[in-house]
Structures are given as structure tokens and as C-alpha cells.
């Protein structure tokens, strides 16, 4: 079992930058990509990208546009979402997942077995 707890939401403005963490515990990490998604109200649950913990190498949803940044920090056992120049579309809950990592990097929330509870971002313009 991999347990994950979300922070750093809030409400912000338009144009802002944000840090969400991710921290993780119950199994070592060494085996997992970390991912995050996102759903709007009414909406699918959305994928933004994703880090392997193994090698740190990252995979992001093309529409991202290199606003969003994942990294991580394995003295803490924390995956960070760097968001830059947010906008009022940007408004989500945003989820970490985790998965055990093979020879993909897969975007679809069925393929991820843990779950955080998610943390509510609000973009106000």
C-alpha cells in the first residue's frame, strides 16, 4: 500500500505561481511513477504528467505547455506540482496517483492503484 496526501491548494489570481506536494508513504518509491490529474466540476478526471521515481525522468500532457513542473525530493518522500501563470481554466481539484512503474508512461487515472484525496486550486481573475 502507498498512502498520498495532497497540499498546497488555495485561492489564487490569474497570472500567479503555485507549488502543490505530494507526500508519500508505506512503500518505497523506487518502484513508482508519481503522477498528478486534475478534474474540473463536471469533468473527467485529467491527467498533467507524471515523474518515475527511479530515474526522476518526467512525461507531461502536451497541452501543459511547460507551465507545470513536476520534481521531487526523495528526503522527504515529496512530489511537487510547480504551476506558472495560472488561469481561471486551471481551477481543479488536483490528485497525485501512484502506479508501479514498467515500461510505460501511461495517462489514464485506470491504470493508477492509489489515490490521494486531493487538493482544491482556485484561479479568481
Known amino acids: 500500500q502507498v498512502q498520498l496526501v495532497e497540499s498546497g491548494g488555495g485561492l489564487v489570481q490569474v497570472g500567479a505561481s503555485l507549488r502543490l506536494s505530494c507526500v508519500a508513504s508505506g512503500r518505497t518509491l523506487s518502484s513508482y511513477d508519481i503522477a498528478w490529474f486534475r478534474q474540473a466540476p463536471g469533468e473527467e478526471r485529467d491527467f498533467v504528467g507524471l515523474?518515475?521515481?527511479?530515474?526522476?525522468?518526467?512525461f507531461y500532457k502536451d497541452s501543459v505547455n511547460g507551465r507545470f513542473a513536476i520534481t521531487r525530493d526523495a528526503a522527504k518522500n515529496t512530489v511537487y506540482l510547480r504551476k506558472d501563470s495560472l488561469k481561471p481554466e486551471d481551477t481543479a481539484v488536483y490528485f497525485c496517483?501512484?502506479?508501479?512503474?514498467?515500461?510505460?508512461?501511461?495517462?489514464?487515472?485506470?491504470?493508477?492503484?492509489?489515490w490521494g484525496q486531493g487538493t482544491q486550486v482556485t484561479v479568481s481573475s
Open positions: 496517483a501512484a502506479r508501479q512503474s514498467d515500461m510505460w508512461y501511461l495517462p489514464h487515472p485506470s491504470d493508477y492503484a492509489y
Open positions: 515523474i518515475r521515481w527511479s530515474t526522476a525522468n518526467t
